[in-house]
């Protein structure tokens, strides 16, 4: 039973930082790569962050430089940090993970960016 849990979303106002946090079970966590998507309003779920399992990282170029994907393989968990953070970053964020038995997700945590 492959389960994976977003947490961390809320309020913030621009400029400001916030940390995902994504915790998975019933999956060999530390051999799998492991995403980050955000789905915004009437928009379609875009990747956001990518992290290997070896800790090597990718971004979508939106989030350069102001986004940060880490893996605490200990806890099965992986992180999102946000900062510098825009309007345009408000949507649902969603954790991923592709395994060869199909594709899992979260069940999304949302992060509204507002003054």
């Known amino acids: 039973q492959v389960q994976l849990v977003e947490s961390g979303g809320g309020l913030v106002q621009p400029g400001g930082s916030l940390r995902l946090s994504c915790a998975a079970s019933?999956?060999?966590?530390?051999?799998?790569?492991m995403r980050w998507y955000r789905q915004a309003p009437g928009k379609q779920r875009e990747l956001v962050a990518t992290?290997?399992?070896?800790?090597?990282?990718d971004y979508t170029d939106s989030v350069k430089g102001r986004f940060a994907v880490s893996r605490d393989n200990a806890k099965n968990t992986i992180y999102l940090q946000m900062n510098s953070l825009k309007s345009e970053d408000t949507a649902v964020y969603y954790c991923?993970?592709?395994?060869?038995?199909?594709?899992?997700w979260g069940q999304g945590t949302q992060v509204t960016v507002s003054s």
């Open positions: 991923n993970v592709d395994l060869s038995i199909g594709r899992y």
């Open positions: 019933g999956m060999a966590f530390r051999l799998y790569v």
């Open positions: 992290i290997m399992p070896n800790g090597i990282s």
